[in-house]
């Protein structure tokens, strides 16, 4: 199982970025994805999360009416857009996935290296 997540880099504080993921080595259309983040010296926090089986989703109330998350099947990847961009975001952000369809918040099996994220104030 491999996942490859990009789409990092530096923005502007407003600005948007879209982060990829994409999934190697699983059945996809009944995995979870979460995307998730940490900075240094503090505990991972899961952004969001997607059940490609079923739709159902969680969202961070950090990210809310800002993050979104979207898949394309064919592809076997995960997008997280994200718009409104705060420093606060800052951090280096990580997709995982989980052969069970919906997971508890951060029982996820597979992770993929982190893609940072920098937002400029």
């Known amino acids: 199982v491999q996942l490859q997540a990009c789409g990092g880099g530096l923005v502007q504080t407003g600005g948007s970025l879209r982060l990829s993921c994409v999934v190697s080595g699983l059945a996809f259309d009944a995995i979870a994805i979460g995307w998730f983040r940490q900075v240094p010296g503090k505990e991972r926090e899961a952004v969001l999360c997607?059940?490609?089986?079923?739709?159902?989703?969680y969202f961070a109330d950090t990210v809310k009416g800002r993050f979104t998350i979207s898949s394309d099947n064919a592809m076997n990847t995960v997008y997280l857009q994200m718009n409104g961009l705060k420093p606060e975001d800052t951090a280096v952000y990580y997709c995982?996935?989980?052969?069970?369809?919906?997971?508890?918040?951060?029982?996820?099996?597979?992770w993929g290296h982190g893609t940072l994220v920098t937002v400029s104030s």
């Open positions: 997607l059940s490609i089986y079923d739709g159902s989703t």
């Open positions: 995982a996935a989980s052969a069970n369809s919906w997971p508890r918040r951060h029982d996820y099996d597979y």
